[in-house]
């Protein structure tokens, strides 16, 4: 089955610096590679995603970017404000099979004002 | 349009005791999940399901049962709680290949 590995698993930056989180995943068939934000006491939530037809996405301060050969995928987001702080997990699906994701563990981005 | 919604938010409970836990969704989605988190670990998914009536084992299934009798609903059961279950459970729903749409969580301690 697919394994995705997320590091780091905690990451602090100050305001205004760039913060980058990484995803590898093992399955070649995998396509569908979403990220979501957890903020304290709240359900996971899409911030953005990407298939494996195209190799980057930006939304205003975040940008995803994919190498399908070396099967990895990164979140990238700068200006880092104190409200980015929260809980950041990766994850890996495909449209061939069950379509289950597979989630990584977490990271903890922290921003100190 | 409330999205995804648990009941209840927060619940203690004894080991021994049984308790399920309902998710709603008002998306017409065909996939529903449940997972658990704690800390370091990340979500892992107990069951899922594809479609009204179906149900699979995830990677985290053993002293859980669920079901699916309606297509917005899907309740997680624990016949026997055990403190190992202590955990914040959350359910999610999708049409398969996209987001994942998750509620609010629901947080349980079994002492």
Redesign the interface.
Known sequence: GENVEQHPSTLSVQEGDSAVIKCTYSDSASNYFPWYKQELGKGPQLIIDIRSNVGEKKDQRIAVTLNKTAKHFSLHITETQPEDSAVYFCAASQSGGSYIPTFGRGTSLIVHP | NAG?TQTPKFRVLKTGQSMTLLCAQDMNHE?M?WYRQDP????R?IH?S?GEGTTAK?EVPDGYNVSRLKKQNFLLGLESAAPSQTSVY?C?S?V?????Y????TRLTVT
């Open positions: 995804v996939y999940y370091g670990m990340g979500l998914l899922y594809v995830g959350f999610a999708n398969g290949y996209y987001e994942q998750f509620g609010p969580g």
